[in-house]
């Protein structure tokens, strides 16, 4: 097979874009892609100062990577859970990238904050991972607000966007739905958020870290659920197997027609944030945020 675009040996060939390509013409084929990713849904500028979630999985550091190369002006956040046997090795890769490409990061200890995931698993005595996810939601939000960012941008492709669309229709879960998108604007004591990777499926990037030759971070968190969202991302490749582009259609469909539907009726109906009296941190419950409420229940240990 050859190159679509200068007819040389092709090394990447994709079904859904009717192409094949090169490793050099597959670079710019993702470049060409993030930028519409981000000129189309007007994620932010090259005067923005963007900081860039570093999990050290291979999405996260193939979008600094690409965004950097496009000039914008980034700085990578990693934080570290502290949970044995994954997270030192997690933190290694990201710092290992970071000093590789000459590239600003900023850490974050869980540890030295005094919410290490372990303790926390071990207070609440129920799955970890949704306290987890609050934990680093907190924290990226908070760094993005305490250090001037213009926007927080993480790691999520096209697959993992497909997937969580694909759960909350199944679930009709109209709140998900009204402020689901690669563009979250910055309000109520919430930092903007932004997805430029949505364009890209989980092989395209992955095809484009291989060809960057970044490091990957093979050890995964032990705590990991095998989440239900692998069903549903297999359901998807079935159906974009079957017919190549329906995945992104599926995607682009909703942002077009459905979530300005689901956000209309958000806004009528209105939920009413106010900031944690602890932290300051946005929370509609009028009381502690979540991640001030498990500080709590480690302290009364
Ligand atoms: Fe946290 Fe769960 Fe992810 Fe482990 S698998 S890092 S506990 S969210
Ligand atoms: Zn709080």
């Not at 013409?25 to 060409?32: E, G, L, N, T």
């Not at 129920?126 to 790691?155: M, Q, W, Y």
């Not at 739905?177 to 990777?197: C, M, N, T, Y």
């Amino acid at each position: 097979m050859k190159c679509k675009i200068c007819k040389a040996p092709a090394a990447v060939a994709l079904k859904s874009h009717n192409a094949a390509f090169c490793p050099d013409c597959y670079k710019d084929f993702f470049a060409r892609q993030v930028a519409r990713g981000i000129e189309g849904q007007k994620l932010f500028t090259r005067d923005e100062r963007i900081l860039v979630a570093l999990s050290g999985g291979k999405d996260s550091l193939a979008l600094m990577l690409e965004l950097a190369r496009q000039d914008y002006n980034v700085t990578g956040l990693h934080i570290d859970l502290a949970i044995p046997g994954s997270s030192a090795a997690a933190r290694g890769v990201v710092e290992r990238f970071c000093a590789k490409h000459g590239l600003k990061l900023l850490i974050k200890d869980m540890a030295a904050e005094g919410l290490p995931i372990p303790a926390v698993k071990e207070r609440l005595h129920r799955p970890i991972c949704s306290a987890c996810g609050k934990i680093k939601r907190h924290f990226f939000n908070k760094v993005a607000l305490d250090e001037g960012f213009d926007a927080l941008a993480t790691g999520h492709n096209l697959d993992d966007e497909a997937a969580r669309l694909f759960s909350n229709t199944l679930r009709w879960d109209t709140a998900y739905l009204s402020d689901q998108g690669p563009l979250l604007p910055g309000e109520h004591g919430f930092a903007r958020k932004v997805k430029p990777l949505w364009r890209l499926t989980e092989f395209e990037t992955a095809n484009y870290a291989f060809l960057m030759g970044i490091e990957n971070h093979y050890a995964p968190c032990p705590y990991s659920p095998g989440a239900s969202f692998t069903v549903l991302k297999g359901l998807l490749q079935r159906l974009e197997t079957a017919m190549p582009g329906r995945k992104l259609d599926f995607y682009q469909g909703f942002l077009a027609r459905g979530r300005p539907v689901f956000a209309r009726r958000e806004a009528e109906e209105g939920v009413e944030l106010a900031p944690c009296p602890q932290c300051g941190y946005p929370t509609s419950s009028g009381d502690l945020c979540g991640v001030c409420r498990i500080r709590e229940a480690l302290r009364g240990e």
